[in-house]
């Protein structure tokens, strides 16, 4: 038995039929200090409310996965110290040996997936990291994408990577990648890149119909969408292209590697910028927030 507990909101959801939106916990846990992280976490919960759907932020709290969290519970981890931040490969482990972890978009993907939630709101999938040629260093949740049907929504992939052979990935393992509402990929803090994106949805209800259909198919998989952070909260590409640069050489210049790699160049970005990252990241999570809420609401009108 795998040991799931449902909050209270999440579970009378699931009783009424309510559209559901999963969300991860590593924003509360490694994204910002408290109390920004847990006043972030709870407005982006009340997006998805007042769009017209119930968010479930999954966790693992003393070896229970947790779909949806109380509002101690959400203080309670908000705070923590020494959370692991847990992924595919680590995910069962930390159940069963009664550990705290916050879950990555993969192990979002798997939690959602066990709790029959088909649509996922985040900021930025990870990829394929730069150097990967020689370092290998892949982002687990490309995989997920490819093997677990959940449709994610997030503004593309986070701008620290190598953004070309990501989608190469992707292509590769078949995952539908489809920008919302114009022709270029976006570039996570950027609205707009120089790359097109594979496909193009301008609709939830379109989105929420091929994901049914490929569900009707027996496809294995989810869909990413990519979801353009708003013009008025973007960094242009051109301003954050010497930024993720500068942050880069920094990174190789001190041996940073594996794990760490991500969390250096986010914080030397968020230095370098003086704030504005962070701040557009809010953004846009909690556009992704409100689009995903309107996918669930139409994918909870079509009949399985």
Not at 228 to 250: C, F, G, H, K, R
Request: net charge negative; aromatic share 4%; hydrophobic share 45%.
């Amino acid at each position: 038995m795998i040991p799931i507990r449902y909050s209270t909101e999440v579970a009378e959801a699931k009783a009424e039929g309510k559209p559901l939106v999963a969300l991860e916990s590593t924003i509360i846990t490694h994204g910002m200090p408290y109390p920004q992280n847990v006043n972030t976490a709870g407005e982006v919960e009340q997006e998805i409310r007042d769009a017209g759907a119930v968010p479930a932020t999954m966790a693992i709290l003393n070896g229970t996965l947790h779909v949806g969290l109380e509002q101690d519970e959400l203080q309670e981890l908000g705070q923590a110290n020494g959370v692991a931040k847990v992924s595919r490969a680590d995910m069962a482990a930390c159940i069963a040996t009664g550990g705290t972890g916050a879950t990555t978009v993969a192990a979002t993907m798997i939690a959602a997936r066990l709790a029959g939630i088909e649509v996922f709101a985040t900021g930025g999938i990870g990829g394929v990291h730069r150097g990967a040629e020689t370092s290998f260093d892949i982002s687990a949740d490309l995989l997920e994408l490819a093997q677990t049907p959940v449709t994610v929504v997030a503004a593309g992939a986070k701008a620290i990577l190598d953004i070309p052979k990501t989608l190469e990935v992707l292509e590769t393992q078949g995952v539908p990648v489809i920008a919302y509402g114009q022709d270029a990929f976006p570039a996570f803090w950027s609205s707009q890149s120089d790359l097109a994106a594979p496909l193009r949805m301008d609709s939830a209800c379109d989105i929420a119909r091929a994901h049914a259909l490929r569900r009707a198919m027996e496809l294995p998989g989810g869909q990413l969408i990519a979801n353009p952070i708003p013009t008025e909260a973007e960094i242009p590409a051109e301003e954050l292209t010497p930024v993720i640069a500068q942050s880069q050489a920094e990174a190789d210049a001190e041996g940073i590697s594996g794990k760490a790699v991500t969390p250096f160049l986010l914080q030397r970005i968020f230095e370098l910028t003086e704030g504005r990252s962070l701040v557009a990241n809010i953004a846009l999570v909690r556009n992704n927030a409100r689009l995903a809420a309107k996918i669930a609401q139409e994918l909870n009108a079509i009949a399985p």
